[in-house]
């Protein structure tokens, strides 16, 4: 069974950073990809920013130039740098793999870490 565990949340003023991890384990074949999404009160979740294996990047537009995304493939974990934090920001950041068991890949969620950002 895959198991996505994120860490790193918690509550920063406005302007400060934080770095959320996440770590994948169980038995899997590949990890064709991992990300963040984030859901605000009220709000759908939506992206936030993804890795694929082959090393490309997609961010959304609020993030671009604050937020970077990092992969650690010998951990099997991703990470998101967050500078310039905003109250925007505030929301539940939730790790999201591609992941391959077998021959069959699928989505996979983390149980989401809390991210609150003060002003």
């Known amino acids: 069974q895959v198991q996505l565990v994120e860490s790193g949340g918690g509550l920063v003023q406005a302007g400060g950073s934080l770095r959320l991890s996440c770590a994948a384990s169980?038995?899997?074949?590949?990890?064709?990809?991992m990300g963040w999404y984030r859901q605000a009160p009220g709000k759908q979740r939506k992206l936030v920013a993804t890795?694929?294996?082959?090393?490309?990047?997609n961010y959304a537009d609020s993030v671009k130039g604050r937020f970077t995304i990092s992969r650690d493939n010998a951990k099997n974990t991703v990470y998101l740098q967050m500078n310039s934090l905003k109250p925007e920001d505030t929301a539940v950041y939730y790790c999201w793999g591609l992941i391959a068991v077998f021959t069959t890949q699928r989505s996979y969620w983390g149980q989401g870490t809390q991210v609150t950002v003060s002003s």
């Open positions: 890795l694929t294996s082959g090393g490309s990047t």
């Open positions: 169980g038995s899997f074949f590949s990890i064709n990809a």
